[in-house]
């Protein structure tokens, strides 16, 4: 049940476990919540069927109660790892679920470009922040970003960013810069949409693995020794498949 003091969690899709395929969390098994909506259309976005507006048919708002049967339901009642992702994930009421969910054992990883900040940041277990680089055609709002920084006091929050080409690449060396405190993990970006004529999941692999070794060459020419350079896993496995 959802009303107006307690609004739900508008939610595009609720799977796993699988694996975490980027970043810091990488390989560990993990069930993601990814919900409907984003105050960003990132040129790129890979996750579009829960950004774009055409596909908000597919939005169900739902209860805190009805999203956390789905995550126990999924884990088998075991306490795993739970990513919140979307679209932008800071845009819904999360704070009742993690509470829910961590008094039964679970952990919460939090996904968000850092445009949007809530006080339940600081209940998060891990705080993933994406600022996004010039080749996403969005513009960083650093102030909004550094309030999501001090909302997540006490929460271990990493940077993570995709990167496409030289631009975003210096793009990434400067947010790593601004807060040198921050883990920084980077990640080649994955060409969408897709050819007419490929399936949904369709991901240009050369292109992906070229980035890869581009990004890996970039990074030790630059004896940026602090910076870890990841593929996204499930991307390499799975390609753009939904609910993996
Ligand atoms: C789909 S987003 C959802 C969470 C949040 N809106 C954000 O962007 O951080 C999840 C992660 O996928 C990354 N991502 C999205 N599209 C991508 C692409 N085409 N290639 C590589 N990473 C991508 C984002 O940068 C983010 O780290
Ligand atoms: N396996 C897997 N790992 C992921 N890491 C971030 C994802 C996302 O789209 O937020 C994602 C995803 O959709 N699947
Ligand atoms: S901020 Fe994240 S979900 Fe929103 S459009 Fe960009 S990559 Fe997609
Ligand atoms: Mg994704």
């Known amino acids: 049940m959802t009303c107006a003091s307690h609004p739900g969690i508008r939610v595009s899709e609720i799977f796993g476990p699988t694996i975490q395929g980027e970043g810091v969390l990488i390989g560990l098994p993990t069930v993601f919540v990814r919900t409907g909506g984003c105050d960003y259309r990132c040129s790129w976005c890979d996750s579009l069927h829960a950004v774009d507006n055409r596909f908000r048919h597919n939005w169900l708002t739902r209860s805190t109660d009805e999203v956390w049967q789905k995550v126990r339901e999924l884990s088998g009642g075991k306490p795993v790892m739970v990513s919140l992702s979307g679209g932008n994930p800071a845009i819904q009421p999360f704070g009742e679920l993690i ?59 990493v940077l993570k960013l995709v990167v496409f080409d030289d631009w975003d690449y210096a793009y990434a060396k400067d947010a790593a810069a601004r807060y040198p405190q921050l883990p920084v993990y980077l990640q080649p970006g994955n060409h969408t949409p897709p050819p007419a004529d490929a399936d949904d999941a369709w991901i240009d692999i050369d292109g992906i693995m070229k980035r890869m070794e581009w990004l890996v060459d970039k990074v030790i020419k630059d004896r940026w020794f602090e910076a870890r350079v990841l593929p996204q896993l499930h991307v390499l496995l799975w390609g753009n498949k939904r609910g993996v």
């Open 99 to 157: 509470g829910r969910g961590h008094a039964e054992g679970y952990r919460f990883a939090l996904e968000t470009q850092g445009s949007v900040v809530r006080d339940w940041f600081g209940n998060l277990d891990v705080l993933v922040l994406s600022p996004k680089p010039p080749s996403s055609d969005m513009t960083t709002d650093w102030a909004a970003f550094e309030a999501c920084l001090e909302a997540a006091h006490g929460v271990q929050v």
